[in-house]
Each structure stands twice: as C-alpha cells, then as structure tokens.
C-alpha cells in the first residue's frame, strides 16, 4: 500500500490561540498522519481549558505511522498562560520550526502547516526574526522564497514580503522580480499543476507611476522585467495600477496576481474570504501552508478561535502532497 501522507504543524506561540486551535483540528479524523510538533503539557492544558478531549500518540517515525493524531515533543521552557506570551519561551517556537524543517528536508513529513508566531516576542526575546518564510528559507537553504496567499478564485504572491513600506521601492530591483516571479511561474506550473500559468503584475506607484509622473519604478525596471519574461515564454500582464488589478475584468483570465509588497495585495485577498484564506510559502524544497491570521491572544482559551483557516490550510497542504505523488 502507498504511505500515506504525514503532515508536520506547529502550533506557533503557545499563549495565543494556536494551541487552541490545533486540540480543536485534533477533534477531527485527518486523512493523514497529523504530527502536533509541541509541548504534550501545553495542548493537554489549553484542551482541558476548552473542555476537549486531547489523547495523540508519540510520533515515533512514518514507518510506523496511520492516519492519526501524534506529537513530536518539544518542551516549553516555562509554563503558559493563556493570552500573557511569555519570552523565555520565544526559543521554545523557533526549537518548534526548526524540528519541522529538518524533519521536511530529511523526507520524515511530506509538508509542514505553521500556526501563528508573535514576532514581538520573539525579537523581544534577542532572536533575529522577521517571519516564518524568512526562517524557513534559511534553514532548508531555498534561495527564493515567495510568499502567497489563496483563497477560491485568487492568489496573491508578493514580490516583497516583511519590509517598512519605506524599504519596499530600494526592494523592487530586476534581478528580485525575474528571481520572484521565475519561482511563481515554476510553483504555479509544478505544485499547482497549472500548465501555462497566467500572472498579472501589480505597479508599485499610485496607477503604476503615470507615465513615470508618479514614479519610475515601474519604467526602469518592472517593465523590462515583464517584456524579457514575457519573451522566453512566461504569460505576464502589467504593470497595472493596484487599486483596479482586482475588479473582476482583471482577474478574468489570470492564475496568480503578484504584488509588489505586502499590504498592497494581501487586504484584498482577506477581505475577500479572511476565513478560509491559506498563506504558502514557494521556493521551498517541502510544501509550506499556514493561518492567514495572527495570535489573537485576546481569544486564546476562550474557545471562540475560528479554525476555518487552520483546516483550509491542512486541506491545502494535503491537496498538493497528493498532486505531487501522483506526478512522481
């Protein structure tokens, strides 16, 4: 019989709701080997807070896995309170990411699904971090990673992922945009089986510069970068001002948009359906999924979390794992 396929996930920061909503997808029967990658003592208190039952086996390997519920223990370095995140336990999700990864890499799970980190603590805590797609980039050694969100009928991909708005024009530089969208073009094509992807190119500027009036970016270097794409095969469309690449007209006949930072094409895309919107990172050597939302600690223990997105996110990952054996 085929293995079947196991999915690593980190429930992210231990005082938010990430806890809570991984005890809650654990209610469920997964169509996987699901490894909680976690503190037993962290999900068996936030599950008796949520009056849950929580019973996961150890993860002792996929040689011995089925479809199930396990954890891979990692350990907290203090005791959490629900909603009070704590900064000796920063080291705790970054031990909680690393294992994931190395767990990818070395072919022990098939994707990795990541809950909500706080980057506040975790700077607070001295550890360098401006995301997970930055870490997971450089713990697997993927050259390029490119972040982009999905939900039914759109994905966003950013050309820029976690900058002060102030860095973003410096960013937009050619070799970024060909290295971007080479790997959008290849994901699209090899994870989404999307044959001959279609991207749509957002400007940077207020109606992508005007002429070069409101900004040369888009003449100096977004506009060749397309037009030399575009003539090794690539099917790209742009620039075009961000504040119409959205209407309906627009996004008729197009795969992915690609946004040239990130509150320029992610509002959109949450607004549209916030609920079941899945983050995925590209350019990784695994499959990548996650939340679209952050800790919301207010509501970690209450058993108010929405876990829409958790399970979208794991659907995701499931999805392409299985697109992926079928190709192999």
Known sequence: ??????????????????????????????????????????????????????????????????????????????????????????????????TAVTGCVRGEFDALVTGPV?????????????????LLAAQSGAAQPVMMLACPGLRVALATIHLPLAAVPGAI?????????????RDLRDKFGIAD???????????????????????????PVIRDLSARGMRLRGPVPADTAFIPAQLADVDAVLAMYHDQGLPVLKYRDFAHA???TLGLPFVRTSVDHGTALELAGTGRADISSLVAAVEMALALVNKSNRQD
């Open 1 to 98: 019989m085929p293995e079947i396929p196991v999915i690593a996930l980190t429930p992210g920061e231990p005082a938010g709701v990430g806890p809570d909503i991984a005890v809650r997808l654990a209610q469920q029967a997964p169509a996987c080997a699901l490894v909680l990658i976690a503190d037993p003592a962290v999900l068996e208190a936030r599950a008796r807070q949520l009056r849950l039952a929580f019973a996961a086996r150890e993860w002792n390997g996929r040689d011995a896995a089925s479809p199930g519920v396990y954890v891979l223990p990692v350990r907290a370095a203090r005791a959490v309170r629900p909603g009070q995140p704590d900064v000796a336990n920063a080291p705790y999700v970054i031990e909680t990411l690393t």
């Open 118 to 134: 706080h980057k506040g603590i975790i700077n607070d805590a001295g550890i360098a971090f401006t995301g997970h797609t930055e």
């Open 173 to 185: 530089t050619r070799e970024r945009l060909i290295a971007v969208l080479e790997v959008l073009h």
């Open 197 to 223: 992807p279609r991207i749509l190119v957002c400007g940077l500027n207020p109606h992508a510069g005007e002429s070069g009036h409101l900004g040369r970016e888009e003449i100096e270097v977004i506009e």
């Open 278 to 280: 899945v983050n995925i």
